[in-house]
């Protein structure tokens, strides 16, 4: 992705309250917010990374709601030796760059061979999410929901707070940083740094 943009959020108040999983503290501040970016940073103010994460990964656009999903399980740092979870991150990784319903449907298969308990599978599957259509190839589409790749991107982030290979370290807070990153236009490449300095200090 590029160093910087602008990007458009989606602010769809009804979804958020419905699909986001927010807490009631969440849904107060949702009420009160009037931009998508003021909801986030009150949320991060308060300390409620939570919800903060629940609801921007909803309010990013897809492209880049895939991308802190990748950005934030390429820091697993075993994951050379992960080869099928790997091979997920790097179809998730092609769709960004292309958005194409073809590497949207490489994702979904690459979902197939890994295992879903653990966070690269669910990038997979927000990229998966994220094209065109979730019907086998040759039948109609069948368009996913809006609120899937949002809802992928929040498990991938919630499994690597799980993540052995993190011995348990990373916070939602943690990513958080670089979701509000993406957010602001960024690429999400410093925060990601950050992020990873912090886990791996000492």
Same mark, same amino acid.
């Given at each position: +992705?590029?160093?910087?943009?602008?990007?458009?959020?989606?602010?769809?108040?009804?979804?958020?309250?419905?699909?986001?999983?927010? #807490?009631?503290? *969440?849904?107060?501040?949702?009420?009160?917010? #009037?931009?998508?970016?003021?909801?986030?940073?009150?949320?991060? &103010?308060? *300390?409620?990374?939570?919800?903060?994460? $629940?609801?921007?990964?909803?309010?990013?656009?897809?492209? /880049?709601?895939?991308?802190?999903?990748?950005?934030?399980?390429?820091?697993?740092?075993?994951?050379?030796?992960?080869?099928?979870?790997?091979?997920?991150?790097?179809?998730?990784?092609?769709?960004? /760059? #292309? @958005?194409?319903?073809?590497?949207?449907?490489?994702?979904g298969a690459a979902t197939e061979t890994c295992d879903l308990g653990k966070a690269p599978g669910w990038a997979? +599957?927000?990229? $998966?999410?994220?094209?065109?259509?979730? &019907?086998?190839?040759? /039948?109609? +589409? @069948?368009?996913?929901?809006?609120?899937?790749?949002?809802?992928?991107?929040?498990t991938t982030l919630l499994m690597l707070t799980l993540e052995p290979s993190l011995a348990e370290r990373a916070?939602?807070?943690?990513?958080?940083?670089?979701? @509000?990153?993406? +957010?602001?236009?960024?690429?999400?490449?410093?925060?990601?740094?950050?992020?990873? #300095?912090?886990?791996?200090? *000492?």
């Amino acid at each position: +992705m590029s160093a910087a943009a602008t990007i458009p959020l989606r602010f769809q108040r009804a979804e958020l309250e419905q699909k986001a999983d927010l #807490t009631a503290e *969440g849904l107060a501040a949702l009420a009160d917010a #009037t931009r998508p970016d003021a909801l986030v940073g009150a949320l991060h &103010a308060a *300390g409620n990374a939570r919800d903060a994460v $629940y609801a921007l990964s909803m309010i990013l656009p897809h492209r /880049q709601t895939v991308w802190w999903a990748c950005l934030a399980a390429r820091l697993l740092p075993d994951l050379a030796h992960r080869p099928a979870d790997s091979a997920a991150l790097d179809a998730a990784e092609r769709w960004v /760059q #292309t @958005v194409s319903a073809a590497d949207a449907e490489q994702a979904g298969a690459a979902t197939e061979t890994c295992d879903l308990g653990k966070a690269p599978g669910w990038a997979a +599957m927000a990229a $998966y999410w994220a094209g065109p259509s979730i &019907a086998p190839r040759g /039948q109609h +589409m @069948v368009a996913p929901a809006v609120h899937l790749p949002g809802a992928a991107t929040r498990t991938t982030l919630l499994m690597l707070t799980l993540e052995p290979s993190l011995a348990e370290r990373a916070t939602l807070a943690d990513w958080l940083e670089i979701g @509000v990153a993406l +957010m602001k236009g960024g690429n999400g490449r410093q925060a990601q740094a950050n992020v990873k #300095t912090r886990l791996f200090a *000492g």
